[in-house]
């Protein structure tokens, strides 16, 4: 079987999908995801007939256009979720956090700036899912590569916040709540690789996940 046609995605509703796909946007696949929902089941659905594809779309459903009997769309859709719905738990972590300090009025706050890897993971999240709606596997394979760059951004915020707080003790609660922030962007990052390395799955059938960045290009050719 080939490779499956180019994925376009609903952008509705993707931070609460749960891993179940419905396959197939007719009146019955209609009826199921509408269950579903009223259910507050999360879904996507996968159809190959582009009017209904398109219908469905213009409806409000979190559809992706490609043929559900490809095996490795099924994966890929079914883990991409997964990692879709841990990003949106993140998400939740950081407003926790943010909640905490602006609670506090920034009281003993470690002068360090995190907006760099906030950015990093927030592009790699972008080219990942845009990897996925064209089949990329060259943006996929740079969100990969990526991941190595939100990683040694991390590591260097754990060492300043270290610091902050052998040096004044005042500041270990701001700093740790710092902390989470960063640690839940630089997993926000991972997922954004995993879902790049689906992308990378599903067109050649190579599974990549644990390979370096600079290996992918190799193993990929690109």
């Not at 269950?35 to 007939?49: F, N, Q, R």
């Not at 689906?198 to 990929?220: K, L, N, P, Q």
């Amino acid at each position: 079987m080939g490779a499956a046609p180019p994925i376009a995605t609903s952008p509705t509703r993707t931070e609460t999908l749960a891993p179940v796909v419905v396959v197939g946007m007719g009146d019955a696949g209609r009826c199921v995801a509408d269950g579903l929902e009223a259910h507050g089941i999360g879904y996507d659905a996968v159809e190959m007939d582009p009017e209904r594809f398109a219908a469905a779309n213009a409806d409000g459903y979190p559809v992706a256009f490609g043929d559900a009997g490809d095996l490795r769309l099924i994966i890929a859709v079914i883990k991409t979720i997964t990692d879709l719905e841990r990003i949106g738990d993140e998400a939740e972590k950081i407003a926790r956090m943010a909640k905490l300090i602006h609670d506090a009025e920034r009281m003993h706050m470690p002068r360090l700036e995190i907006k760099h890897v906030a950015n990093l993971a927030l592009a790699m999240l972008r080219k990942a899912l845009d990897a996925f709606a064209r089949l990329d596997v060259k943006a996929a394979q740079q969100v990969v590569e990526q991941d190595e760059a939100v990683d040694s951004e991390f590591r260097s915020i754990l060492r300043q916040l270290i610091t902050f707080m052998m040096e004044d003790p005042r500041t270990i609660t701001r700093c740790l709540e710092v902390l989470f922030v960063a640690k839940a962007l630089e997993r926000i990052g991972d997922h954004s690789k995993n879902m790049a390395e689906y992308v990378i799955y599903m067109v050649e059938g190579r599974d990549v996940r644990h390979m370096r960045g600079d290996t992918v290009a190799r193993a990929t050719g690109r």
